[in-house]
């Protein structure tokens, strides 16, 4: 958490939380929306993703109707009311790699499921998905870089087979993966190092639909802060150019009383006199206190 306010992250995609279960939890002030495994069947395997809200954006949520879905341990999806347009945060955490058949079914399934979440969103809404995508995406070829535009030239990988369907998805779906567009040092580029080869790869991403590529102003990784989470990826921030929509404040028209009548006497009089039917009703035990109130007030 204290990363997340010393970055100055108000939206927060975990990914690997490890966490079972689905549900909604206050965390040092920070309200987090998190989908998991059941805990009935607890395992050391990799799961668990989550969204992490500052007060601010946890107050714009709940003020959009704290609307979320726990897709599966590897998917979960929040909405979130912006001036002038809705927007949906999607955390993820893709399967490695595939290097086997019940891998790349594993693998399958998390992009169909994906592909589900996405043909829900209106299209008129603006999306951003980000998290762990275990891929890699570059420019292997000429006709590649052809057939795909959702990839920027600052890509710094060959692509793998997760990169492909990571790149399908994108094309499909009208996204680009900002990452590839904004120019950094390799070191502000990539996020993980294989822990064989000792090479830097860059595996997380941030997707967004290609008609609100303006909104994002920049995409790049913080590399202090993995040692203080305790992790060996390094925390991806995204800067982007919106507006939470506040919620409209309802005003009670104010009364205002003429309290310069009262000097006069006739005015005074006549107040008294439509006053001490009201006040009758305070004595009267077959009225209810409310019902008191509003008369009184009436």
């Not at 959009?64 to 949906?88: D, H, M, P, Q, Y």
């Not at 060959?158 to 094309?171: A, P, Q, V």
């Not at 009670?252 to 310069?260: E, G, M, T």
Request: with cysteine; aromatic share 10%; glycine share 4%.
């Amino acid at each position: 958490m204290k990363q997340l306010q010393k970055n100055r992250i108000q939206i927060a995609a975990l990914s690997e939380t490890c966490m079972y279960d689905s549900g909604v939890k206050i965390i040092n002030e920070f309200t987090w929306i998190f989908s998991g495994l059941p805990s009935v069947n607890k395992t050391r395997n990799a799961h668990g993703v989550a969204i992490c809200l500052d007060k601010t954006a946890a107050k714009v949520w709940k003020d959009s109707g704290s609307e979320w879905e726990a897709v599966s341990e590897r998917i979960v999806k929040i909405k979130l009311k912006c001036l002038f347009v809705n927007l949906t945060i999607i955390s993820i955490y893709s399967p490695v790699n595939p290097t086997n058949n019940k891998k790349n079914d594993d693998s399958q399934k998390f992009y169909n499921d994906l592909q589900d979440v996405i043909n829900r969103i209106p299209t008129e809404d603006m999306y951003i998905i980000m998290g762990d995508f275990n891929a890699r995406v570059g420019w292997n070829n000429q006709k590649q870089q052809n057939l795909s535009n959702s990839i920027g030239p600052y890509a710094v990988d060959i692509t793998n087979e997760n990169g492909e369907k990571l790149i399908d998805l994108s094309t499909i779906n009208n996204l680009i993966i900002t990452n590839t567009f904004f120019k950094h040092k390799l070191v502000h580029q990539t996020s993980w190092m294989h822990p064989g080869n000792k090479q830097w790869h860059m595996i997380d991403y941030t997707l967004v639909n290609k008609k609100f590529r303006s909104s994002i102003e920049d995409c790049r990784m913080y590399r202090k802060a993995a040692g203080a989470i305790g992790t060996d990826h390094h925390l991806m921030r995204i800067k982007i150019k919106l507006h939470f929509r506040s919620r409209r404040k309802l005003f009670q028209k104010k009364v205002v009383y003429d309290s310069i009548k009262m000097k006069n006497d006739n005015a005074l009089k006549q107040f008294q006199k439509d006053l001490i039917p009201t006040l009758s009703d305070a004595t009267d035990k077959t009225i209810s206190i409310d019902e008191k109130y509003d008369r009184f007030v009436e």
